[in-house]
């Protein structure tokens, strides 16, 4: 059978994903099991775990969350933002060793639970900046990633370049810039990953970024999140815009629905990203909204 002509005539076959926080604040075995069977119950295909001091996790809970995992047939990635005492884009040595370790840590929680992507902040802390990073900063930074994706590589598992907003990091914010930093990297296993939020802030189209990164070959995860950070198709994000950009390039990567509300707290992450307000109350309401969104208007 000869390949789709046009990108209407492409039909998206993407793994779709949700991001744990909408089920639950933390991961202990209880909160594992039930983010995952509730997972299962939505209709997604993953759970990207948000796990902010891996180094921290017992075996028994990795453990646990990969029998669960494999339980309800649901696939998992992981990611993280660094903070102030593990920011590998410091010109301080000590934090950046302290920072290596984490992701050291989180990396070997990856291969453990039986994933094979790693993504989020990974290249400086998660938070707001005083000052633009530092040339030393930056070489660090890039140093750090190059170190991660060669241990990465022996374990088959991509590491995702996740590019935020102005408060959020100040080394990436834009796919541009993202790319120029994998292309530091000098590592095949190092991919852009698109945030719709944070491009809404950063980005001045939808569309243009989605073919900048899949052009070089490293379109590699995708966020859908919408400009509130609530349900999908509630806020101001051009859906059709980037949708049909996915469908343009042919994605066939991870799409995964990150929505955060104060009615699910993680005390570190939800005042890092000042999570201050219910957007929802109830989490299957919105997992199950957000996943028709995706089957409606994506056709995934």
């Not at 955060?260 to 957007?279: D, M, Y």
């Not at 996943?291 to 994506?298: A, G, I, K, P, Q």
Request: aromatic letters at 8%; proline letters at 2%.
């Amino acid at each position: 059978m000869s390949a789709p002509d046009t990108a209407a005539d492409w039909r998206p076959s993407n793994r779709i994903g949700v991001h744990s926080l909408v089920w639950v604040g933390g991961w202990n075995d209880a909160q594992a099991r039930q983010a995952i069977a509730s997972t299962a119950e939505a209709g997604y295909d993953l759970i990207e775990l948000s796990v902010l001091q891996p180094e921290q996790a017992s075996a028994e809970v990795i453990a646990n969350t990969r029998k669960v995992l494999d339980e309800h047939g649901i696939g998992a990635a992981l990611s993280l933002g660094l903070d102030d005492a593990t920011d590998v884009s410091s010109d301080d040595d000590d934090v950046v060793a302290a920072g290596r370790a984490r992701l050291s840590a989180a990396l070997d929680y990856v291969r453990d639970i039986g994933a094979d992507y790693l993504g989020g902040v990974i290249f400086s802390k998660l938070g707001r900046y005083t000052a633009p990073v530092t040339e030393r900063g930056y070489a660090n930074s890039v140093e750090s990633i190059a170190q991660l994706a060669d241990k990465a590589a022996a374990s088959g598992i991509t590491l995702g370049i996740e590019f935020c907003n102005r408060y959020e990091t100040n080394v990436v914010n834009t796919c541009a810039e993202t790319l120029a930093f994998i292309e530091a990297t000098d590592r095949d296993n190092v991919v852009a990953h698109l945030d719709t939020y944070h491009m809404n802030i950063e980005e001045t189209s939808f569309a243009e970024p989605v073919r900048l990164a899949a052009a070089a070959g490293k379109l590699g995860y995708v966020h859908v999140g919408e400009s509130h950070r609530g349900q999908l198709g509630t806020g101001s994000i051009p859906w059709q815009q980037f949708f049909g950009a996915l469908r343009e390039v042919r994605y066939d990567g991870v799409v995964t629905f990150e929505s955060f509300s104060s009615k699910v707290v993680n005390p570190t992450l939800s005042s890092t990203l000042a999570i201050w307000r219910n957007l929802w109350d109830d989490s299957m309401e919105l997992a199950t909204g957000a996943r028709e969104f995706l089957r409606r208007e994506y056709g995934a």
